[in-house]
C-alpha cells in the first residue's frame, strides 16, 4: 500500500520506521509519501519518498494523491478544504476531512465539546480585537488561536489587564484559567471497522517559558480509579466523534479530582512517544494498522517509562550540534530518538529521549541523571 502523509517532520519519520520495520517482520509491501516543503525533512532522511509541496496550503496535494492509496497528516496546519476536494473525487483520507474541519480549528473543536456534554473548562469565542478584562472568569485567563498553534504557540496566559500588551492578535477564544493538580494525556486509537482502545494515561509537565510539554511521567502517578476514569472519558469522546484515526487527549486533573478535555489531536502526538519503548504497539505500529485495515495491536504497557524532550537549548541558533555522552549508547534502558533537523533555535524540538524502569521513580531518577548528558543546540550564540 501506498500511504500518503502531509508533512514530513519527526511524527511522519517515526511513521516511516515502524513502516520498515513492519515490512522487515511481516514481509508487506508497505510504501511513505511524504509532502514537505523541504527534501531534507526528517520523513525522506528515513526512507519517506519525497514529494514536493506545502502542507499548509495544499500546494502537491495532487501529487500527493495521485501516488497514494491513503492519505494522513503529521501535524494540524493542513488545507482541509484541498483535502475535501480530493475526498471527493474518491480519494481515502484519515482522519476524515470534515473530522479535520472539527477538531483542527480550535474554538469549533470547543464548541463541539460542549455540544456534546463532554466536560471542559468554560470558555467564549474572542477575536483578539479588544482588551481582555476580568470578566467573566477573572485573571489569570487563557487566550487560544482558534488556529496555527502547536508547540506552545497560540497560547497566551494573561495574569492581569497589564498583559493585554502581550495578548494574541487572532481569533479564537477566552478560556477559564484552570487550577489543576496534574495535565493527562490519552492516546486513543480508532479503527474503520469500530474497534476503539485507549493506552495508559501519561502525566505530563510542561516548561512555563513556552508552554510546551518538558517531560512524561507513564503510567501517570494517579490512583487507579482515576486512571480507568481518564481512559473511559478518552474513548467516549472518541466514540462521540466518530472517526478512525489515533489522536491525542489532552485533559486537566482539577483540584477536586475532576477529569477535563482541554484539547483534541488528531495525530500521534507527543505525549504518545513512550509507546514505543513501553507498549506491545507503539503509536506509529498503531497508526500503521489503522491505515492499512488491520486489526488495532495491544496497547499493554510492559514497562513504566518517563521520556523527555530535546529542545534546542537557549542562547544558541544556527546548524545543529548534538553534544552527548557516548555511554548513553550502551544503556539498553535509554532510547535517543533525534529527528534529523539541520536548523537548532531555543525550544525547538530537535528529539526526545525514553527511559524506562522498574516503576516510574527510577526511571525519573535516571532521567534527570541523563539529562546532564546530552544537549542540542545551534552552533552560533544567539544576538
Not at 469522546?237 to 489522536?247: H, N
Not at 477535563?260 to 507503539?282: K, M, Q, W, Y
Not at 539541520?342 to 516510574?360: E, I, L, N, Y
Amino acid at each position: 500500500m501506498r500511504i500518503g502523509i502531509i508533512g514530513g517532520g519527526q511524527l511522519a519519520a517515526m511513521l516511516v520506521q515502524a513502516c520498515t520495520r513492519s515490512n522487515e517482520i511481516e514481509g508487506s509491501d508497505h510504501q511513505i509519501l511524504t509532502l514537505d516543503k523541504s527534501p531534507s525533512c526528517p520523513a525522506a532522511q528515513v526512507g519517506g519518498i519525497h514529494v514536493q509541496g506545502v502542507p499548509a496550503t495544499g500546494e502537491g496535494y495532487n501529487r500527493l494523491s495521485d501516488a497514494s492509496d491513503i492519505i494522513t497528516i503529521d501535524l494540524e496546519n493542513v488545507s482541509v478544504k484541498v483535502l475535501a476536494e480530493l475526498e471527493s473525487r474518491g480519494q481515502k483520507i484519515i482522519p476524515a476531512p470534515s473530522v479535520l474541519a472539527q477538531l483542527t480549528n480550535k474554538l469549533k473543536q470547543k464548541q463541539w465539546l460542549t455540544e456534546m456534554g463532554i466536560p471542559t473548562a468554560a470558555f467564549m469565542p474572542y477575536d483578539g480585537s479588544m482588551e481582555i478584562d476580568s470578566e467573566p472568569y477573572g485573571f489569570p485567563v487563557v487566550q487560544k488561536a482558534a488556529t496555527g498553534g502547536y508547540d506552545g504557540r497560540g497560547v497566551a496566559v494573561l495574569h492581569s489587564r497589564a498583559d493585554n500588551e502581550t495578548r494574541l492578535r487572532t481569533s479564537g477564544y477566552i478560556e477559564q484559567y484552570i487550577n489543576r493538580k496534574m495535565e493527562v494525556s490519552v492516546m486513543v486509537a480508532a479503527s474503520e471497522q469500530g474497534e476503539v482502545v485507549a493506552y495508559q494515561p501519561v502525566e505530563m509537565v510542561f516548561r512555563e517559558d513556552g508552554n510546551v510539554l518538558d517531560y512524561l511521567v507513564a503510567p501517570a502517578r494517579l490512583p487507579a480509579e482515576l486512571l480507568v476514569q481518564a481512559r473511559e472519558l478518552a474513548v467516549s469522546t472518541i466514540r462521540a466523534l466518530q472517526a478512525s484515526g489515533i489522536f491525542g487527549i489532552e485533559m486537566f486533573l482539577t483540584e477536586s479530582d475532576e477529569l477535563l478535555v482541554n484539547e483534541i489531536s488528531p495525530r500521534t502526538h507527543n505525549s504518545g512517544h513512550f509507546t514505543t519503548e513501553a507498549c506491545l504497539t507503539s503509536q506509529f505500529s498503531q497508526q500503521l494498522r489503522i491505515l492499512t485495515g488491520m486489526s488495532l495491536g495491544d496497547v499493554f504497557q510492559f514497562t513504566p517509562a518517563a521520556m523527555f524532550n530535546l529542545l534546542g537549548a537557549r542562547d544558541y541558533q544556527g546548524e545543529a550540534i548534538v553534544e552527548q555522552d557516548q555511554s548513553l549508547d550502551d544503556d539498553e534502558r535509554v532510547a535517543i530518538h533525534l529527528y534529523g533537523k539541520r536548523q537548532c533555535f531555543a525550544g525547538r524540538k530537535m528529539g526526545h529521549v525514553t527511559v524506562t524502569g522498574d516503576s516510574v521513580e527510577t526511571a525519573l531518577q535516571k532521567m534527570k541523571l541523563i539529562r546532564r548528558k546530552i544537549l542540542v543546540r545551534g552552533a552560533e550564540k544567539s544576538v
